[in-house]
């Protein structure tokens, strides 16, 4: 582990020099589009012990160029080693963390995502009151109202038999 670090200790000069020929705007979207390939590919099913084995190098590679992508904008080399070591240990450690955690405890699972909900909330008050009603709303929307409204309207399903069937 400290031989990870200091790697990316002795990589911050030429991480934070890597895309200077690059526009702001370039960077900025393409590291929207990988944040979004990070969440697409990612292994939820590692991280909800579902399977015992982390698969998901596409979503794990998104995941870390985008972070070099925004560290390549810092000033200084050790704001450089600060983010890449932080998107290391949230990006590729942290799901193990999880993975462990949830086939150990599924109290200590969920204790673990109210508190992330909360810090995150926490964070995003900070920012702007309405993106925090709508991060809220929309987690809440996700987490009950979409599983309780097919609940619902599982009764008005139509099952459809036919010689396909037998």
């Not at 030429?14 to 200077?20: A, D, E, F, P, S």
């Not at 697409?40 to 972070?67: C, E, K, M, Q, T």
């Amino acid at each position: 582990m400290i031989l990870l670090f200091a790697t990316v200790l002795a990589l911050s000069p030429v991480l934070r020099t890597l895309t200077n020929t690059f526009s702001d705007d370039t960077i900025w979207a393409l590291t929207s589009i990988l944040l979004v390939a990070h969440l697409y590919f990612h292994d939820y099913g590692y991280v909800n012990a579902a399977s015992d084995r982390f698969n998901a190098p596409v979503s794990l590679n998104a995941a870390i160029f985008a972070s070099v992508c925004l560290a390549s904008r810092l000033q200084s080399n050790l704001h450089v080693f600060i983010l890449i070591s932080h998107a290391i240990q949230l990006f590729a450690l942290f799901p193990n963390v999880r993975h462990h955690l949830k086939k150990y405890s599924t109290d200590l699972y969920i204790g673990l995502t109210v508190i992330m909900f909360v810090f995150t909330s926490t964070l995003l008050m900070g920012l702007s009151t309405f993106v925090t009603v709508v991060y809220i709303a929309s987690i809440l929307s996700i987490t009950f109202v979409g599983p309780s409204w097919l609940i619902f309207i599982q009764k008005y399903k139509n099952e459809i038999n036919g010689p396909w069937d037998e």
